[in-house]
């Protein structure tokens, strides 16, 4: 069945290095893969998403980037800080029509001051 | 203006009882989710509603029924309540199921 896989479960980094966290899926239908932010007792709140026609996608300190033949996909976090600390999912889906999310077992982020 | 919301947010309640969760949103969405986040953090998905229409339904015990009234409401009934429903439920809701999903706060279930 589909599956994703998220590492590592926890990471612990000093604030201002860079935080990577990697996910691979299983099927290769998924086109749509959106990573999602939960800080403590809230809501999961998409912070980027990239689609499967697209390679790398930035926004200011977060980075995706998809590799489509091994099926795998990374979050970078450059100049990382305290609150970047949360609980950190990736996911995948087939897109327009997908109604089925697949979700990683989610990073444990903690950015050291 | 929140844009998807759930009551209770918090639930406590015994084994054996049965209890409903509400969800609403004002986005215009025409799909709505169901989720279940065990104390591990991992977030599964129960149900997908599309247009009112039940799409998804991941080999969730019959005792949760969901019902969509209509495309902005989503609500979940449990039956038979069980230690293992302790969980913290989150209700989502997108367009056409291929982006972003918009989660509600959640409600945290305790089952004594």
């Known amino acids: 069945g589909e599956n994703v896989e998220q590492h590592p479960s926890t990471l612990s980094v000093q604030e201002g290095d860079s935080a990577v966290i990697k996910c691979t899926y299983s099927?290769?239908?998924?086109?749509?893969f959106p990573w999602y932010k939960q800080e403590l007792g809230k809501r999961p709140q998409l912070i980027i998403d990239?689609?499967?026609?697209?390679g790398e996608k930035k926004d200011q300190r977060i980075a995706v980037t998809l590799n489509k033949t091994a099926k795998h996909f990374s979050l970078h976090i450059t100049e990382t800080q305290p609150e970047d600390s949360a609980v950190y999912f990736c996911a995948a889906l087939k897109g327009t029509g997908g109604f089925k999310t697949i979700f990683g077992a989610g990073t444990r982020l903690f950015v050291k001051a | 203006d929140t844009a998807v919301s759930q009551t209770p947010k918090y639930l406590v309640t015994q084994m054996g009882n049965d209890k409903s969760i509400k969800c609403e949103q004002n986005?215009?969405?025409?799909?709505m989710y169901w989720y279940k986040q065990d104390s591990k953090k991992f977030l599964k998905i129960m149900f997908s509603?599309?247009?009112?229409?039940?799409?998804i339904n991941e080999t969730v015990p019959n005792r949760f029924s969901p019902k969509s009234p209509d495309k902005a409401h989503l609500n979940l009934h449990i039956n038979s309540l069980e230690l293992g429903d302790s969980a913290v439920y989150f209700c989502?809701?997108?367009?056409?199921?291929?982006?972003?999903?918009?989660f509600g706060p959640g409600t945290r279930l305790t089952v004594l």
């Open positions: 990239i689609r499967s026609n697209v």
């Open positions: 989502a809701s997108s367009q056409q199921g291929g982006g972003e999903q918009f």
């Open positions: 099927d290769s239908a998924s086109n749509y």
């Open positions: 986005l215009g969405h025409d799909t």
């Open positions: 509603y599309n247009n009112k229409e039940l799409i």
